[in-house]
């Protein structure tokens, strides 16, 4: 809960976020009592003339139930109500052929959700990978045959024998040769880098411009907001239709602008839209919030399904980095999502490859024993870039946050696209698309490629070119996606993180080639490498700095590794993407525990508590609820000694998300909780409805009636919105059971009892600042045991 001046029991504030919306609304935590009976009901002592009471929740009151934005869902109660639902079709389908028939369909009905997610998702990865491939083209030339041809569909029927001298066919032609006629003179070069840089701004610029007049939820990755709405979290408008196409459009204009950003988080962000929307036409899933969440579960697995070709990728990233509730069944269905959605991408054939895979290798060489001690190099420096990015780019956008940059976010894209273009086009390899920059980098030299970096005849010093090229480009890549990611434009991380760690890995793969060319006769290389034999692979070494990169910045492990195999095709090289994506995880860890994702979800406020940390601290429920005993006691309602008039006072003082109801003010004999939503629109429902009610009208949480005098207004009775059975601890709990309590089962609170009275209450916000409390302190004693045992082996040394 937020604290209010002047309320009613003090709450710690909550971090929150500086959203330009609207601040966190309250959350209140379930507690623990023991239930003590109340006694039976009469039905005979009541006057005949006194007034009827209704019980309002006899009839379907719209809003009961349902959650305010900005707030976290009951799993408990949504679990509980698709149980009474299945219950009852259950029962309903052994009497009843049309039931029986309503109950194979019911059941059927998820399998034929996954269908249309795939395809839906798939289509538009499809789209979305041809336009950004064309329009990316654009910025250098258009093609003579057709202006719809990229750069390689126009050169495809080129009679050239080697792909550099495709590249140059007669068909494409530059924007200079276009208006001026020439391509040879300095002046062109100018002429050429002019409309790169226009062709780029033009695309930020409309990009930015979209998504803040029509859906301001559409710019980021997303992933961070996923995770957080699959924890349990509401966030209403942000998987909406107004958001699918505006990030769908923005998502190209932002790829083909040049931006360091890539558009693999974004599809995740564009399927879990998708599965939104189609949740609508399936009553199951439109009125369930928690089996909402495994269909978002399982459209996260086919967001990265299309965005890398990668099914069993996708499945594993939604299972270890996304979902926060993840059945056996939610598998299955998360498979067949992204096998289906992989099929539909590859019916499509964006890639133009007849594969459904991205960067597919071909490597002849298989790597050495001894090449572990390099591909664990390339995951230490994936582990430190990792850190590095995370504390950069967090650092950059709490300047963004808390500063008048932040007011100005069309400026600060054009700007970031400025730098971008002008410094990226002088240099070859940062001038084309990451994509294609990750493809040349991954692919082994063959014999009809003129690439500069195959150039090894010494004659033209192509290589050397190359790699001093390739080292301004590592640094210029590392620096700028800092600044990138977070702008107010669609934009993903795993595309640049693979490029850093390719351009890395390549560098160090042509250094390794280089010292085993001229020491192949020293003992270390006489074993396995002959001379003029090919014992080094470099694209090998490219792929391995890609994935230790990546898993340095998101901290994947397994689903990393499928991914990339998947992505390149190449399984014999299991094990060294195996131990550099461990080597940079131990090594990210070490330095920050949180990855990319985590470390956004708390710069926003967002409400999660993250289910892979560990709680070590020796403290108790006491400790951490609220309001502490030397503060003022908590708001409670009582069962029935309260009018319509003092509950809406309560109301309005406080910002409570919920209050327990107690049989006296003096027992403090916990009964039950009662949500703020719904005990607002049973109010207002009551006075629509319900005959004579006013202000002096009696609130009663009980199931019988009350004596009440002839004259006497009518009560409200709201029994049905109590939860008879919240969840409670005592005070003397540890945390590490009531942190448990919490992730296994989903709550939102947790009320504390002591001796069986009410004491407090326990809310999601306070475990989990603890929690991170714990995991700041935590952090620093492993980092001075990390530094220790560096300076003892560098002494030892």
């Known amino acids: 809960r937020e604290h209010t001046p002047g309320a009613v029991g003090s709450y710690i ?24 009976p109340v006694g039976g009901c009469k039905a005979d002592w009541r006057p005949s003339n006194s007034p009827k009471l209704i019980d309002l929740m006899d009839y379907p009151v719209p809003g009961i139930g349902t959650y305010e934005d900005f707030n976290t869902i009951d799993w408990v109660r949504e679990k509980s109500k698709d149980r009474d639902r299945h219950r009852e079709i259950t029962n309903k389908s052994k009497h009843s052929t049309v039931a029986l028939l309503f ?20 289509a ?33 029927a080129s009679n050239e ?5 495709r590249d140059k066919c007669p068909q494409w032609k530059t924007w200079a040769e276009l ?45 961070p907001e996923i995770k957080t709405i699959l924890s349990g979290f509401i966030i209403r408008g942000y998987l909406g239709k107004w958001t699918l196409i505006i990030k769908t459009i923005t998502l190209v204009l932002a790829v083909s602008s040049g931006l360091s950003l890539g558009k693999e988080g974004p599809l995740v962000h564009v399927a879990c839209c998708c599965a939104n929307i189609l949740c609508h036409f399936f009553t199951k899933y439109r009125r369930n919030e928690a089996k909402r969440r495994e269909v978002l579960s399982a459209a996260s697995a086919v967001g990265v399904s299309v965005a890398f070709g990668a099914p069993i990728g996708g499945v594993l990233f939604s299972l270890e980095e996304v979902s926060y509730y993840f059945p056996l069944k939610t598998l299955w269905r998360s498979f067949f999502a992204a096998l289906v959605a992989a099929f539909t991408l590859r019916s499509i054939n964006p890639f133009g490859n007849s594969r459904l895979v991205l960067f597919y290798v071909e490597f002849h060489t298989p790597w050495h024993l001894l090449e572990l001690i390099p591909f664990v190099l390339l995951g230490i420096f994936g582990g430190l870039w990792g850190a590095f990015f995370i504390h950069a780019n967090i650092a950059w956008c709490r300047l963004r946050k808390n500063t008048r940059l932040g007011h100005y976010p069309v400026i600060e894209v054009l700007v970031v696209t400025l730098l971008t273009a002008l410094l990226a086009f002088p240099i070859e390899y940062t001038r084309m698309s990451s994509s294609e920059l990750i493809s040349e980098l991954f692919n082994d030299c063959g014999l009809l490629d003129s690439s500069k970096l195959c150039d090894y005849s010494g004659n033209s010093g192509g290589l050397y070119t190359a790699m001093w090229q390739l080292a301004l480009a590592l640094v210029f890549k590392m620096l700028i996606t800092v600044a990138t990611f977070g702008i107010k434009v669609p934009s993903g991380l795993f595309i640049p993180s693979i490029a850093v760690g390719a351009i890395a890995g390549r560098l160090l793969g042509v250094g390794m080639e280089q010292l085993a060319v001229h020491n192949h006769e020293r003992k270390i290389f006489r074993g396995w490498c002959s001379p003029g034999a090919d014992c080094i692979t470099p694209g090998l070494y490219a792929m391995v700095g890609a994935a230790a990169c990546l898993g340095g910045v998101t901290r994947m492990t397994v689903s990393l590794v499928v991914i990339m195999f998947e992505l390149t095709g190449g399984l014999e090289y299991i ?92 027992s403090q004999r916990l009964v039950g909780f009662v949500l703020r939503r719904d005990l607002v629109i049973s109010l207002e429902n009551a006075r629509r409805h319900q005959e004579g009610v006013v202000s002096v009208s009696a609130v009663l949480f009980t199931e019988c009636d009350p004596p009440v005098s002839p004259s006497a207004p009518p009560a409200v009775k709201l029994h049905n919105i109590l939860d008879l059975s919240p969840f409670t601890v005592t005070v003397h709990t540890p945390m590490e059971i ?60």
Not at 14 to 33: D, E, T
Request: hydrophobic share 45%; glycine share 6%; net charge negative.
């Open 13 to 36: 504030q909550y971090p929150g976020s500086n959203w330009g919306f609207r601040a966190l609304q309250p959350w209140v935590l379930r507690s623990v009592l023991c239930f003590v």
């Open 103 to 122: 109950s194979i369909s019911d059941a059927f009905s998820g399998w034929l959700l996954m269908l249309l997610i795939g395809l839906m998702s798939g």
């Open 124 to 156: 538009l990865a499809g789209g979305i990978d041809i336009a950004a491939h064309w329009m990316t083209d654009l910025k250098e030339g258009v093609c003579l045959n057709g202006f719809w041809f990229n750069h390689e569909h126009c050169c495809w």
């Open 161 to 165: 024998t080697t792909f550099q001298e």
């Open 179 to 223: 208006m001026v006629g020439v391509s040879e003179q300095g002046s062109v070069n100018v002429l050429n880098h002019f409309m790169y840089v226009s062709w780029a701004l033009l695309f930020a610029f409309l990009a930015v411009i979209l998504v803040r007049a029509f859906a301001p939820y559409a710019c980021g990755s997303g992933i």
């Open 575 to 666: 094990v060294p993407l195996m131990a550099a994506t461990m080597t940079s995880k131990w090594v990210a860890d070490a330095l920050s525990r949180e990855s990319i994702y985590e470390a956004h979800i708390r710069l926003n406020g967002y409400p999660f508590l993250e289910a892979k940390e560990e709680f070590r601290h020796k403290t108790l429920a006491t400790d951490v609820m609220r309001p502490r005993q030397s503060d003022p006691p908590l708001s409670v309602l009582t069962q029935s000694g309260m009018s319509v008039e003092e509950v809406e006072r309560l109301i309005a003082d406080t910002t409570y998300s919920g209050f327990p109801v107690v049989i006296s003010q003096q």
């Open 738 to 797: 009531v942190v448990d309590i919490f992730r296994k089962l989903g709550l939102r609170q947790c009320l504390v009892i002591q001796n069986g009275r009410l004491e407090t209450h326990t809310h999601l916000e306070h475990v989990a600042l603890n929690l991170y409390a714990n995991i700041v302190s935590l952090m620093h004693m492993l980092t001075r045991t990390i530094c220790s045992v560096i300076v003892c082996l560098i002494c030892v040394s």
